[in-house]
T-cell receptor, first 111, second 116 residues
Framework: GEDVEQSLFLSVREGDSSVINCTYT??????LYWYKQEPGAGLQLLTY?????DMKQDQRLTVLLNKKDKHLSLRIADTQTGDSAIYFC???????????FGSGTQLTVLP | GAVVSQHPSWVICKSGTSVKIECRSL??????MFWYRQFPKQSLMLMAT?????????EQGVEKDKFLINHASLTLSTLTVTSAHPEDSSFYIC????????????FGDGTRLSIL
Protein backbone atom coordinates (compact mmCIF):
# COMPACT_ATOMS: atom_id res chain seq x y z
CA GLY A 1 0.00 0.00 0.00
CA GLU A 2 0.92 3.62 -0.06
CA ASP A 3 2.99 5.01 2.79
CA VAL A 4 4.79 8.32 3.22
CA GLU A 5 7.11 8.85 6.16
CA GLN A 6 8.75 11.91 7.62
CA SER A 7 10.61 12.64 10.80
CA LEU A 8 8.42 14.51 13.25
CA PHE A 9 10.70 17.32 14.41
CA LEU A 10 13.58 19.45 13.17
CA SER A 11 15.24 22.41 14.88
CA VAL A 12 17.69 24.75 13.20
CA ARG A 13 19.29 28.09 13.98
CA GLU A 14 18.19 31.16 12.08
CA GLY A 15 20.35 31.61 8.99
CA ASP A 16 21.26 27.93 8.72
CA SER A 17 19.91 25.57 6.07
CA SER A 18 17.09 23.17 6.91
CA VAL A 19 16.72 19.81 5.26
CA ILE A 20 13.45 17.96 5.66
CA ASN A 21 13.39 14.37 4.46
CA CYS A 22 10.60 12.15 3.23
CA THR A 23 10.40 8.56 2.03
CA TYR A 24 7.57 7.00 0.08
CA THR A 25 6.75 3.51 -1.06
CA UNK A 26 4.59 3.84 -4.17
CA UNK A 27 6.80 3.55 -7.23
CA UNK A 28 3.97 4.73 -9.47
CA UNK A 29 4.05 8.20 -7.92
CA UNK A 30 3.92 10.82 -10.63
CA UNK A 31 4.18 13.99 -8.60
CA LEU A 32 5.58 14.73 -5.16
CA TYR A 33 4.67 17.82 -3.21
CA TRP A 34 5.76 19.92 -0.29
CA TYR A 35 3.13 21.83 1.65
CA LYS A 36 3.60 24.23 4.58
CA GLN A 37 1.07 24.57 7.39
CA GLU A 38 1.26 27.41 9.88
CA PRO A 39 -0.68 27.18 13.17
CA GLY A 40 -4.44 27.30 12.67
CA ALA A 41 -4.15 27.57 8.91
CA GLY A 42 -4.64 25.39 5.88
CA LEU A 43 -1.91 23.99 3.69
CA GLN A 44 0.13 26.22 1.44
CA LEU A 45 1.68 24.62 -1.63
CA LEU A 46 5.41 25.34 -1.56
CA THR A 47 6.69 23.39 -4.50
CA TYR A 48 6.30 20.13 -6.35
CA UNK A 49 8.39 17.93 -8.57
CA UNK A 50 7.56 15.56 -11.37
CA UNK A 51 8.88 12.05 -10.89
CA UNK A 52 11.21 12.21 -13.90
CA UNK A 53 13.13 15.13 -12.38
CA ASP A 54 16.02 14.90 -9.93
CA MET A 55 16.05 18.43 -8.63
CA LYS A 56 14.00 21.58 -8.64
CA GLN A 57 15.05 24.93 -7.24
CA ASP A 58 12.78 27.85 -6.45
CA GLN A 59 14.44 30.76 -4.66
CA ARG A 60 15.40 29.50 -1.17
CA LEU A 61 13.80 26.10 -1.75
CA THR A 62 15.54 23.12 -3.31
CA VAL A 63 13.81 19.80 -3.82
CA LEU A 64 15.86 16.67 -4.42
CA LEU A 65 14.29 13.44 -5.61
CA ASN A 66 16.01 10.07 -5.56
CA LYS A 67 13.52 7.89 -7.34
CA LYS A 68 15.59 4.74 -6.94
CA ASP A 69 15.55 5.09 -3.14
CA LYS A 70 12.08 6.71 -3.09
CA HIS A 71 13.51 9.60 -1.11
CA LEU A 72 12.48 13.22 -1.34
CA SER A 73 14.02 16.15 0.48
CA LEU A 74 13.27 19.84 0.89
CA ARG A 75 16.14 22.19 1.60
CA ILE A 76 15.41 25.67 2.86
CA ALA A 77 18.38 27.99 2.58
CA ASP A 78 18.94 30.83 5.05
CA THR A 79 16.11 29.63 7.28
CA GLN A 80 14.13 32.41 8.94
CA THR A 81 11.83 32.45 11.97
CA GLY A 82 8.89 32.80 9.58
CA ASP A 83 9.75 29.39 8.20
CA SER A 84 8.72 27.78 11.50
CA ALA A 85 5.75 25.57 10.58
CA ILE A 86 4.76 22.01 9.82
CA TYR A 87 5.94 20.73 6.46
CA PHE A 88 4.03 17.94 4.76
CA CYS A 89 5.38 15.74 2.04
CA UNK A 90 2.70 14.27 -0.25
CA UNK A 91 2.66 11.95 -3.21
CA UNK A 92 0.21 11.53 -6.05
CA UNK A 93 0.21 7.86 -7.01
CA UNK A 94 -0.31 6.91 -10.64
CA UNK A 95 -3.65 8.00 -12.01
CA UNK A 96 -5.15 8.76 -8.60
CA UNK A 97 -6.40 12.27 -7.99
CA UNK A 98 -6.04 12.22 -4.23
CA UNK A 99 -2.79 12.72 -2.37
CA UNK A 100 -1.14 10.59 0.28
CA PHE A 101 0.37 12.72 3.02
CA GLY A 102 3.22 12.13 5.39
CA SER A 103 2.87 12.80 9.11
CA GLY A 104 4.40 16.25 8.79
CA THR A 105 7.69 17.63 10.15
CA GLN A 106 7.53 20.39 12.72
CA LEU A 107 10.32 22.84 11.86
CA THR A 108 11.41 25.12 14.67
CA VAL A 109 13.76 27.96 13.87
CA LEU A 110 15.76 29.17 16.84
CA PRO A 111 17.04 32.74 17.02
CA GLY B 1 -2.19 31.65 -8.19
CA ALA B 2 -5.15 29.40 -7.50
CA VAL B 3 -7.17 30.47 -4.49
CA VAL B 4 -9.50 28.36 -2.39
CA SER B 5 -11.72 30.08 0.15
CA GLN B 6 -13.15 28.19 3.10
CA HIS B 7 -15.85 29.59 5.35
CA PRO B 8 -16.35 29.91 8.26
CA SER B 9 -12.87 29.81 9.73
CA TRP B 10 -14.11 29.06 13.25
CA VAL B 11 -17.37 27.73 14.59
CA ILE B 12 -18.43 27.15 18.17
CA CYS B 13 -21.85 25.64 18.69
CA LYS B 14 -23.93 23.49 20.97
CA SER B 15 -24.20 19.74 20.73
CA GLY B 16 -26.96 18.66 18.36
CA THR B 17 -26.51 21.57 15.97
CA SER B 18 -25.82 21.00 12.27
CA VAL B 19 -22.95 23.00 10.85
CA LYS B 20 -22.29 23.80 7.20
CA ILE B 21 -18.80 24.54 5.90
CA GLU B 22 -18.29 26.04 2.45
CA CYS B 23 -15.34 25.57 0.14
CA ARG B 24 -15.05 27.79 -2.92
CA SER B 25 -12.52 27.91 -5.73
CA LEU B 26 -12.22 31.60 -6.52
CA UNK B 27 -10.32 31.74 -9.78
CA UNK B 28 -10.64 28.30 -11.31
CA UNK B 29 -13.23 25.63 -11.86
CA UNK B 30 -12.89 22.72 -9.46
CA UNK B 31 -14.20 19.47 -10.83
CA UNK B 32 -13.02 17.68 -7.73
CA MET B 33 -12.86 18.82 -4.14
CA PHE B 34 -11.53 16.91 -1.19
CA TRP B 35 -12.55 17.15 2.46
CA TYR B 36 -10.03 16.38 5.16
CA ARG B 37 -10.10 16.21 8.91
CA GLN B 38 -7.06 16.99 10.99
CA PHE B 39 -6.59 16.17 14.66
CA PRO B 40 -4.08 18.13 16.75
CA LYS B 41 -0.47 17.34 15.93
CA GLN B 42 -1.52 14.88 13.24
CA SER B 43 -1.58 14.68 9.49
CA LEU B 44 -4.61 15.15 7.27
CA MET B 45 -7.14 12.36 7.07
CA LEU B 46 -9.10 12.23 3.83
CA MET B 47 -12.81 12.02 4.57
CA ALA B 48 -14.35 12.15 1.12
CA THR B 49 -13.84 13.07 -2.50
CA UNK B 50 -16.47 15.29 -4.04
CA UNK B 51 -17.03 15.44 -7.78
CA UNK B 52 -19.17 18.14 -9.30
CA UNK B 53 -22.64 16.91 -10.15
CA UNK B 54 -22.26 13.46 -8.61
CA UNK B 55 -22.32 11.80 -5.23
CA UNK B 56 -19.30 12.06 -3.00
CA UNK B 57 -17.03 9.10 -2.45
CA UNK B 58 -16.44 8.53 1.26
CA GLU B 59 -13.39 6.92 2.79
CA GLN B 60 -13.80 3.83 4.90
CA GLY B 61 -15.07 4.60 8.38
CA VAL B 62 -16.55 8.00 7.49
CA GLU B 63 -20.30 8.17 8.05
CA LYS B 64 -21.96 9.61 4.96
CA ASP B 65 -25.13 10.43 6.87
CA LYS B 66 -23.11 12.33 9.43
CA PHE B 67 -20.97 14.28 6.99
CA LEU B 68 -23.13 15.41 4.10
CA ILE B 69 -21.27 16.67 1.06
CA ASN B 70 -22.77 18.64 -1.79
CA HIS B 71 -20.85 19.77 -4.87
CA ALA B 72 -23.53 21.44 -6.92
CA SER B 73 -21.33 23.77 -8.95
CA LEU B 74 -17.80 23.90 -10.31
CA THR B 75 -16.79 26.46 -7.70
CA LEU B 76 -18.57 25.35 -4.53
CA SER B 77 -18.63 22.29 -2.32
CA THR B 78 -20.23 22.15 1.12
CA LEU B 79 -19.71 19.84 4.06
CA THR B 80 -22.51 19.66 6.60
CA VAL B 81 -21.79 18.06 9.95
CA THR B 82 -25.23 16.91 11.04
CA SER B 83 -26.26 16.79 14.69
CA ALA B 84 -22.71 17.55 15.75
CA HIS B 85 -21.35 16.20 19.02
CA PRO B 86 -18.17 17.02 20.94
CA GLU B 87 -16.30 14.14 19.27
CA ASP B 88 -16.85 15.90 15.93
CA SER B 89 -14.75 18.83 17.14
CA SER B 90 -11.78 19.07 14.82
CA PHE B 91 -10.06 21.07 12.11
CA TYR B 92 -11.68 20.50 8.72
CA ILE B 93 -9.81 21.42 5.54
CA CYS B 94 -10.95 21.36 1.94
CA UNK B 95 -8.88 21.29 -1.20
CA UNK B 96 -9.78 21.77 -4.83
CA UNK B 97 -8.51 20.32 -8.06
CA UNK B 98 -9.13 21.99 -11.40
CA UNK B 99 -9.58 20.72 -14.90
CA UNK B 100 -5.97 21.25 -15.96
CA UNK B 101 -4.12 17.96 -16.07
CA UNK B 102 -1.59 17.45 -13.28
CA UNK B 103 -2.57 20.70 -11.58
CA UNK B 104 -1.69 20.48 -7.86
CA UNK B 105 -4.35 20.58 -5.15
CA UNK B 106 -4.91 23.93 -3.52
CA PHE B 107 -6.17 24.11 0.03
CA GLY B 108 -8.53 26.31 1.94
CA ASP B 109 -7.50 27.84 5.25
CA GLY B 110 -9.48 25.32 7.27
CA THR B 111 -12.43 25.51 9.66
CA ARG B 112 -11.97 25.02 13.38
CA LEU B 113 -15.15 23.33 14.68
CA SER B 114 -15.74 23.26 18.42
CA ILE B 115 -18.85 21.52 19.73
CA LEU B 116 -19.77 22.24 23.34
Amino acid sequence: GEDVEQSLFLSVREGDSSVINCTYTDSSSTYLYWYKQEPGAGLQLLTYIFSNMDMKQDQRLTVLLNKKDKHLSLRIADTQTGDSAIYFCAEKPGSARQLTFGSGTQLTVLP
Amino acid sequence: GAVVSQHPSWVICKSGTSVKIECRSLDFQATTMFWYRQFPKQSLMLMATSNEGSKATYEQGVEKDKFLINHASLTLSTLTVTSAHPEDSSFYICSALGTVKNQPQHFGDGTRLSIL
